[in-house]
T-cell receptor, first 116, second 115 residues
Framework: QQPVQSPQAVILREGEDAVINCSSS?????VHWYRQKHGEAPVFLMILLKGGEQKGHEKISASFNEKKQQSSLYLTASQLSYSGTYFCGTPLREGAWYNYGQNFVFGPGTRLSVLP | EAQVTQNPRYLITVTGKKLTVTCSQN?????MSWYRQDPGLGLRQIYY???????DKGDVPEGYKVSRKEKRNFPLILESPSPNQTSLYFC??????????????FGDGTRLSIL
């Protein structure tokens, strides 16, 4: 049930671009992206809803194709501050009964290292 | 300041000695959840709660208990800890449930070592 992320790790130079992919064998109802720096808590980046939408956050944007059950996170002109582990996550159910069915699952993460 | 507060941040204990990790949020969030993080496995959900006195199992609930007696607090209880529960634990909260597409706000984490 856990989404799959690729690549597992990527090393960039400052200013380079990167793409992180998230896919699932089951339906994705929405895709949530978080970044976690070493020794810190995960921090929310964005949520992608159904409809193939693309959202942006600074120079970080993402797309979501629910038919293909995949999402991609795009980091352009990467900065040193972008280093960290990126996680995608998704609720397991859609429109569930209010108090229940609110399970959430994260992918294993993609470690991004940006070098000077 | 809006935040999720976990205590303790670090704990070393021995097998079988009951422990509680506290979690409190000051944002009046309805949804609270516990995750454990292990290398290569990402964050795995242990339990979540959508309301006072309402809790439900996540992916890895075995060996854990939770309670939600007040909206702001969601403690994680290990009745008889074992070494395989050594991990980094995060508490998170969200205004409404994850199905309503609200982001989760995470506490700073509790690093738990069970010898």
């Amino acid at each position: 049930q856990q989404p799959v992320q690729s690549p597992q790790a990527v090393i960039l130079r400052e200013g380079e671009d990167a793409v992180i992919n998230c896919s699932s064998s089951k339906a994705l109802y929405s895709v949530h992206w978080y970044r976690q720096k070493h020794g810190e808590a995960p921090v929310f980046l964005m949520i992608l809803l159904k409809g193939g939408e693309q959202k942006g956050h600074e120079k970080i944007s993402a797309s979501f194709n629910e038919k293909k059950q995949q999402s991609s996170l795009y980091l352009t002109a990467s900065q040193l501050s972008y280093s960290g582990t990126y996680f995608c996550g998704t609720p397991l159910r859609e429109g569930a009964w209010y108090n229940y069915g609110q399970n959430f699952v994260f992918g294993p993460g993609t470690r991004l290292s940006v070098l000077p | 300041e809006a935040q999720v507060t976990q205590n303790p941040r670090y704990l070393i204990t021995v097998t079988g000695k009951k422990l509680t990790v506290t979690c409190s949020q000051n944002m009046n969030h309805e949804y609270m959840s516990w995750y454990r993080q292990d290398p290569g496995l990402g964050l795995r959900q242990i339990y979540y709660s959508m309301n006072v006195e309402v809790t439900d199992k996540g992916d890895v609930p075995e060996g854990y208990k939770v309670s939600r007696k007040e909206k702001r607090n969601f403690p994680l209880i290990l009745e008889s800890p074992s070494p395989n529960q050594t991990s980094l634990y995060f508490c998170a909260s969200s205004l409404t449930g994850v199905n309503s597409n609200q982001p989760q706000h995470f506490g700073d984490g509790t690093r738990l070592s069970i010898l």
